[in-house]
């Protein structure tokens, strides 16, 4: 069943896909009874699908290794207190749902309408509790007083083309493209004066020099700029 949305909400989705529009992308969803599905350029493949329930499951296993998490050792949190996260790039959440899995408030920006407007209905018919710590904003501009920590994932393209994204992020990159003013971006966020956060494929250079630490895993640099 199609969730109902609030007039907020529905407003905030119309302004969505009039943007939509505006890049020529009006094509690219469709809307089911599940939500805004992404559709892909091949015929044969299935529509991309977010499940906010199955994915914030599938981080809530890795709580059992928390400090083998690059993402959990770079937010620098003392005394098991987690600071409130803005995550300028949500996406389709999955970075979100990994703070949310590990304690964090999280704020959550995304200025793309692709990945928004999956998100506005995903996230309306979602019912967690951890929503409670979850706030998602289509339209701010500049970091939450709040906010101890910022978040950037750029999109970008693999440096390894051999280690191919799976299906759903790989349709994702495709008809989004890649983040151009990634850098311009990163010193933006650095200007706020708060810890600063940037994900990158290894191997990649800095998108910001001097960073005062780097956590690093198997699939991911983290680039880490304390205040």
Not at 14 to 43: I, M
Not at 209 to 227: C, H, I, M, T, W
């Amino acid at each position: 069943m199609l969730v109902k949305l609030s007039e907020h909400e529905l407003a905030t989705e119309q302004a969505l896909l009039g943007q939509l529009t505006l890049l020529g992308l009006g094509h690219v969803l469709e809307l089911t009874e599940r939500g805004w599905e992404l559709k892909s350029s091949d015929p044969l493949e299935k529509n991309v699908i977010l499940d906010l329930e199955r994915d914030y499951q599938q981080w809530q296993k890795s709580l059992t290794s928390l400090r083998s998490q690059p993402l959990y050792r770079a937010l620098g949190t003392k005394n098991n207190q987690m600071p409130v996260v803005w995550d300028v790039t949500c996406g389709l959440a999955g970075d979100s749902l990994q703070l949310l899995a590990f304690g964090c408030e999280v704020i959550s920006w995304e200025r793309h309408p692709i990945p928004a407007l999956m998100l506005l209905r995903a996230y309306s018919a979602w019912q967690h509790e951890v929503k409670a710590s979850w706030t998602i904003d289509f339209q701010r501009e500049s970091a939450p007083a709040q906010a101890q920590v910022i978040y950037f994932d750029p999109m970008y393209s693999e440096v390894n083309k051999k280690a191919l994204p799976r299906k759903e992020m790989r349709i994702f990159r495709e008809v989004v493209g890649q983040d151009t003013d990634a850098e311009a971006v990163a010193r933006e966020l650095l200007s706020y004066k708060k810890r600063l956060i940037i994900k990158r494929p290894p191997g990649a250079g800095l998108l910001l020099p001097n960073p005062s630490f780097q956590q690093e895993g198997k699939a991911v640099r983290l680039d880490v700029y304390l205040p």
